[in-house]
């Protein structure tokens, strides 16, 4: 059996922002690759200005669900994993209170569907978001805290039994961003006179994992038109000015090429800093 990579994320456009070059990479090698999205994303921002709000909106999981199928096949992912619990909303928002929200679903059922995804699956690595979600979101925090219990009580027979045999995941990795890289971007965007996504003063800038965090960097400089072709399948979140598809592909290429990672769990021998998620597992 060809090695295996799971991502699981909060909304669909998650697993291409995050990684989207990294997914394409590996399916290109012939890992096989599936991503779990856990909501339907129907409270998000609706970006694309020939969507009329009121005709998509009560429709927008659906949409989103297509595009998510879309930007997949894209990349290469074998397999997607719709478990269409309800968007919760930013941090702070009343939605999060919403009783049939992600954030507010017990644990326990969401976890066990994501046990029976990876003894289905039998992925060697598994890439989720840290405790902070990146950023904050409730579902981002949510499928961080699902995929830790789930990866965990994978490996045990007794736990969840009538979900498959018991599969033990090698590795888990979060998902990252350097501080270095929002800082280049920063200064990058200034010397080429665009508008920068993180501000113009560094210091005000909260995003991004410290350095000494990262460690693992993927390069997905052959990937970056792919990844580019996925964004442009997330129509309905990702607009025409969103910061990767404003800069040339050269330039990214030369300038961002990585993608980075914080390594969580290791059941093998490590040896960070890593160009690789399946450094350490026997092929």
Same mark, same amino acid.
């Given at each position: 059996?060809?090695?295996?990579?799971?991502?699981?994320?909060?909304?669909?456009?998650?697993?291409?922002?995050?990684?989207?070059?990294?997914?394409?990479?590996?399916?290109? &090698?012939? $890992? +096989?690759?599936?991503?779990?999205?856990?909501?339907?994303?129907?409270? *998000?921002?609706?970006? #694309?200005?020939?969507?009329?709000?009121?005709?998509?909106?009560?429709? &927008?999981?659906?949409? +989103?669900?297509?595009?998510?199928?879309?930007?997949?096949? @894209?990349?290469? $992912?074998?397999?997607?994993?719709?478990?269409?619990?309800?968007?919760?909303?930013?941090?702070?928002?009343?939605?999060?209170?919403?009783?049939?929200?992600?954030?507010?679903?017990?644990?326990?059922?969401? $976890?066990?569907?994501?046990?029976?995804?990876?003894?289905?699956?039998?992925?060697?690595?598994?890439?989720?978001?840290?405790?902070?979600?990146?950023?904050?979101?409730?579902?981002?925090?949510?499928?961080?805290?699902?995929?830790?219990?789930?990866?965990?009580?994978?490996?045990?027979? +007794?736990?969840?039994?009538?979900?498959? =045999?018991?599969?033990?995941?090698? =590795?888990?990795?979060?998902?990252?961003?350097?501080?270095?890289?929002? &800082? =280049?971007?920063?200064?990058?965007?200034?010397? *080429?006179?665009?508008?920068?996504?993180?501000?113009?003063?560094?210091?005000?800038?909260?995003?991004?994992?410290?350095?000494? &965090?990262?460690?693992?960097?993927?390069?997905?400089?052959?990937?970056?038109?792919?990844?580019?072709?996925?964004?442009?399948?997330?129509?309905?979140?990702?607009? #025409?000015?969103?910061?990767?598809?404003? $800069?040339?592909?050269?330039?990214?290429?030369?300038?961002?090429?990585?993608?980075?990672?914080?390594?969580?769990?290791? +059941?093998?021998?490590?040896?960070?800093?890593?160009?690789?998620?399946?450094?350490? @597992?026997?092929?």
């Amino acid at each position: 059996m060809a090695p295996g990579l799971l991502a699981v994320h909060a909304h669909a456009d998650d697993e291409t922002i995050t990684m989207g070059g990294t997914l394409a990479h590996y399916a290109s &090698l012939g $890992v +096989r690759t599936a991503n779990v999205c856990c909501t339907d994303g129907r409270l *998000a921002t609706i970006v #694309d200005p020939t969507m009329v709000e009121e005709e998509v909106r009560p429709r &927008l999981g659906e949409v +989103r669900h297509a595009e998510l199928t879309e930007a997949c096949a @894209i990349l290469g $992912v074998g397999e997607l994993h719709w478990l269409g619990y309800h968007d919760s909303g930013m941090e702070g928002a009343a939605s999060n209170r919403e009783p049939d929200s992600f954030w507010m679903t017990p644990l326990d059922g969401i $976890v066990e569907r994501l046990v029976g995804i990876i003894r289905d699956f039998r992925p060697d690595v598994v890439v989720t978001y840290d405790a902070h979600g990146a950023y904050g979101h409730p579902d981002h925090v949510q499928a961080h805290r699902a995929t830790l219990l789930a990866v965990e009580a994978a490996q045990h027979a +007794r736990v969840y039994p009538e979900v498959g =045999k018991p599969w033990r995941v090698s =590795k888990l990795y979060y998902t990252a961003f350097a501080r270095s890289s929002v &800082l =280049k971007i920063i200064e990058f965007s200034r010397m *080429a006179g665009m508008e920068s996504p993180f501000g113009d003063d560094p210091e005000a800038v909260e995003f991004g994992t410290p350095d000494e &965090l990262i460690t693992a960097r993927i390069d997905c400089s052959e990937q970056i038109a792919v990844k580019r072709r996925a964004l442009q399948a997330h129509r309905s979140q990702i607009a #025409d000015d969103f910061p990767l598809m404003r $800069v040339p592909e050269e330039m990214l290429r030369e300038h961002f090429p990585t993608e980075h990672y914080s390594l969580a769990l290791s +059941r093998v021998p490590v040896n960070p800093p890593e160009d690789d998620l399946f450094a350490g @597992i026997a092929g």
